[in-house]
């Protein structure tokens, strides 16, 4: 039990030092402690000492499935820094269960991360060929979420994030601008979760993953070929989504180009020229979003490791350290991650170590700044876990319905939640309070 004798201060600092694993078992403790470790004083708490600590998360692709590791992020966390600083990876999951297998539906990466969860489309041999569903998941307990069923016309385009403010995950799911279809989103968490349609101003194709930053969702657009109020618009365009009004905002480039966080700003990333042993890129960064002003900034990373293999920026750190990776992996060769300090312009080659043996060129998936967040351990916000079959939740069951537009052209195919059908005993014994009823008034 919780001493009364200890300050309620003290207590959630010892509590917040404890493992995310640690705190989400100790909520079975009693009720107390349930209610203690449940608390948003100790979420907030916990969230800023895990954020002072960031860590990369590694997905690594084999056989539809993907192993999931993560390492320090910023270079001052290891203990020294030389030519050959190796790092051994620590494991967390294997992802999804083995009767499920994740879906590469498009853009490159098959997930989608925000605020500690990370989000898939995955397949299951039950489900139909149109049954792949959207899967949230904690990379750290393995719990996960599978979300209602919703059929998208030709191609898939989903988005994650989080609303800092209210705590909330949100889906985007964006429609293809070539056919039918309306745009939807999903508030996980919330009773009864369905698929609310949502409206967007301009017509493009989506043309990137997104990028989840303080509240605002960010992707690559591209409206080209896409006709909006009879007008063409040429070139790209970086959608802003406001995740917690669910407004969107757009700003328009000439050309296409990698999104990050740049120490919690949008940064924009350009590769120039690959040679080598050099990459030259431009870094664009967003410091005003409503006057679209921006501070740009031009490298040339050397390195004779850099063109081994397919390298991508993953982020920059709070230090200003810009993280790139590999993007594949083979056991027969290192793998490396590079940090590039502007300021001093050195790059720091880092050997990652702990992926396996038997890799044959698998695909990697890194994310930056990847944090312990409790509010993403709520029981009520995932309800399984890949440590116990599992299980379809009948009260969870819906039906099939289909809408159409005002021109009679198919617009929506997803699940509705049954209506449960009423007694008939109970609608027997109401038809004759209702008569009863209409006697008294007649009388009167």
Same mark, same amino acid.
């Given at each position: 039990m919780?001493?009364?004798?200890?300050?309620s201060?003290? +207590?959630?600092?010892i509590?917040?030092?404890?493992p995310?694993?640690?705190i989400?078992r100790f909520?079975c403790v009693?009720?107390?402690?349930?209610?203690?470790?449940?608390?948003?004083?100790?979420?907030?708490?916990?969230?800023?000492?895990?954020?002072?600590?960031?860590?990369?998360?590694?997905g690594?692709e084999? +056989?539809?499935?993907?192993?999931?590791?993560?390492s320090?992020?910023?270079?001052?966390?290891?203990?020294?820094?030389?030519?050959?600083v190796v @790092?051994t990876l620590e494991?967390?999951i294997?992802?999804p269960?083995?009767?499920m297998?994740?879906?590469s539906?498009?853009?490159?990466?098959?997930?989608?991360y925000a605020?500690g969860?990370?989000?898939?489309?995955?397949?299951?041999?039950?489900w139909?060929?149109?049954?792949?569903?959207?899967m949230?998941?904690?990379?750290?307990?393995g719990?996960?979420e599978?979300?209602p069923?919703?059929r998208?016309y030709r191609?898939?385009?989903?988005f994650f994030?989080f609303?800092?403010?209210y705590?909330?995950?949100?889906?985007l799911?964006?429609r293809?601008p070539f056919g039918?279809?309306?745009?939807?989103? !999903?508030?996980?968490?919330?009773m009864?979760?369905?698929?609310?349609?949502?409206?967007?101003?301009?017509?493009?194709?989506? @043309?990137s993953?997104?990028?989840?930053?303080?509240?605002?969702?960010?992707?690559?657009g591209?409206?080209?070929?896409c006709?909006n109020?009879?007008?063409?618009?040429k070139g790209?365009?970086?959608v802003?989504?406001?995740?917690?009004?669910?407004?969107?905002?757009?700003?328009?480039?000439?050309?296409s180009?990698?999104?990050?966080?740049? *120490?919690?700003?949008?940064?924009?990333?350009y590769?120039d020229?690959?040679?080598d042993?050099?990459i030259?890129?431009?870094v664009?960064?967003l410091?005003?979003v409503?006057k679209?002003?921006?501070s740009?900034?031009?490298y040339t990373?050397?390195d004779?490791?850099?063109?081994?293999?397919d390298?991508?920026v @993953?982020?920059?750190?709070s230090?200003?350290?810009m993280?790139?990776?590999?993007?594949?992996?083979?056991?027969?060769?290192?793998?490396?991650v590079f940090?590039?300090?502007?300021?001093? +312009?050195?790059?720091?080659?880092?050997?990652?170590?702990?992926?396996g043996?038997?890799h044959?060129y698998s695909d990697?998936?890194?994310?930056?700044?990847?944090?312990?967040?409790?509010?993403?351990?709520?029981?009520k916000?995932l309800?399984?876990?890949?440590?116990?079959?599992y299980?379809?939740?009948?009260?969870?069951?819906e039906?099939e319905?289909?809408?159409f537009?005002e021109?009679g052209?198919?617009c929506?195919?997803?699940?509705r939640?049954?209506?449960?059908?009423?007694n008939?005993n109970?609608k027997?014994?109401?038809?004759?309070? !209702? *008569?009863m009823?209409?006697?008294?008034?007649?009388?009167?």
């Amino acid at each position: 039990m919780i001493s009364d004798s200890i300050p309620s201060e003290l +207590n959630l600092d010892i509590l917040s030092r404890l493992p995310a694993k640690s705190i989400a078992r100790f909520h079975c403790v009693s009720k107390l402690w349930a209610s203690i470790l449940g608390g948003q004083d100790l979420k907030d708490l916990f969230l800023t000492k895990s954020s002072a600590k960031p860590r990369l998360l590694f997905g690594i692709e084999e +056989n539809d499935k993907w192993s999931i590791y993560s390492s320090p992020q910023h270079l001052s966390q290891y203990e020294k820094l030389s030519p050959s600083v190796v @790092v051994t990876l620590e494991f967390h999951i294997k992802f999804p269960p083995e009767d499920m297998e994740i879906y590469s539906y498009t853009h490159g990466c098959p997930g989608a991360y925000a605020s500690g969860l990370v989000y898939f489309y995955v397949d299951k041999e039950q489900w139909s060929y149109l049954g792949r569903r959207p899967m949230v998941c904690n990379p750290k307990t393995g719990r996960y979420e599978v979300l209602p069923y919703i059929r998208r016309y030709r191609k898939t385009y989903s988005f994650f994030g989080f609303d800092p403010i209210y705590k909330q995950f949100k889906v985007l799911l964006m429609r293809y601008p070539f056919g039918p279809g309306d745009h939807r989103i !999903m508030t996980l968490g919330t009773m009864g979760m369905r698929w609310r349609k949502i409206k967007c101003s301009l017509r493009h194709e989506c @043309v990137s993953s997104g990028i989840c930053i303080n509240g605002v969702l960010y992707y690559l657009g591209d409206s080209s070929d896409c006709m909006n109020n009879s007008k063409q618009i040429k070139g790209f365009v970086i959608v802003c989504f406001d995740v917690r009004s669910e407004k969107f905002k757009f700003i328009y480039q000439e050309s296409s180009c990698k999104l990050i966080n740049y *120490k919690g700003k949008l940064g924009l990333v350009y590769y120039d020229d690959k040679s080598d042993n050099a990459i030259k890129l431009r870094v664009w960064v967003l410091e005003d979003v409503e006057k679209q002003e921006w501070s740009k900034y031009a490298y040339t990373l050397k390195d004779d490791r850099l063109c081994l293999r397919d390298v991508f920026v @993953v982020g920059v750190s709070s230090k200003g350290e810009m993280v790139l990776s590999m993007a594949k992996y083979t056991s027969k060769q290192p793998f490396y991650v590079f940090y590039f300090n502007p300021e001093t +312009n050195t790059l720091q080659r880092v050997e990652i170590q702990g992926f396996g043996e038997g890799h044959e060129y698998s695909d990697v998936y890194v994310f930056a700044d990847h944090v312990d967040d409790l509010n993403a351990n709520d029981s009520k916000l995932l309800k399984s876990s890949i440590y116990v079959p599992y299980i379809y939740r009948e009260e969870s069951e819906e039906e099939e319905k289909e809408e159409f537009d005002e021109n009679g052209i198919w617009c929506f195919f997803g699940k509705r939640k049954k209506k449960k059908k009423m007694n008939l005993n109970l609608k027997k014994s109401m038809r004759i309070k !209702m *008569k009863m009823m209409m006697i008294k008034k007649k009388k009167i």
